[in-house]
Nanobody, 126 residues
Framework: QVQLVESGGGLVQAGGSLRLSCAAS????????MGWFRQAPGKERAFVAA????????YYANSVKGRFTISRDNAKNTVYLRMNSLKPEDTAVYYC???????????????????WGQGTQVTVSS
């Protein structure tokens, strides 16, 4: 069993920044790819970013490329999402997810992830 706990969400003005954290426990964190997704009210869960087991490979949705940065600290069993230049359309519940593979071509798909956190709310005001 894997537990994922997100933190760092909140209310921020447009143009501001937040850093989300996701603490993992229950298995060998460093062996698996991790991802962030988000879900806005009335919309499907959408891919935000993914990172491979070592942190050397990252992948972003076009909507966040250049503004968001995913990173991980395997010694702390934690993955991060640094969000800069936030926009009102970034408002959503953000979920951390753990894959069952170290990397792959479909890590933008929710079905590639075996474990999910409970989510943290990010609200960007205009």
């Amino acid at each position: 069993q894997v537990q994922l706990v997100e933190s760092g969400g909140g209310l921020v003005q447009a143009g501001g920044s937040l850093r989300l954290s996701c603490a993992a426990s229950g298995r060998t964190f460093s062996s698996y790819a991790m991802g962030w997704f988000r879900q806005a009210p009335g919309k499907e869960r959408a891919f935000v970013a993914a990172i491979n087991w070592s942190g050397a490979i990252t992948y972003y949705a076009n909507s966040v490329k250049g503004r968001f940065t995913i990173s991980r600290d395997n010694a702390k069993n934690t993955v991060y999402l640094r969000m800069n230049s936030l926009k009102p359309e970034d408002t959503a519940v953000y979920y951390c997810a753990a894959s069952s593979t170290d990397w792959g071509p479909r890590l933008n798909m929710p079905t590639e992830y075996a474990y999910w956190g409970q989510g943290t709310q990010v609200t960007v005001s205009s």
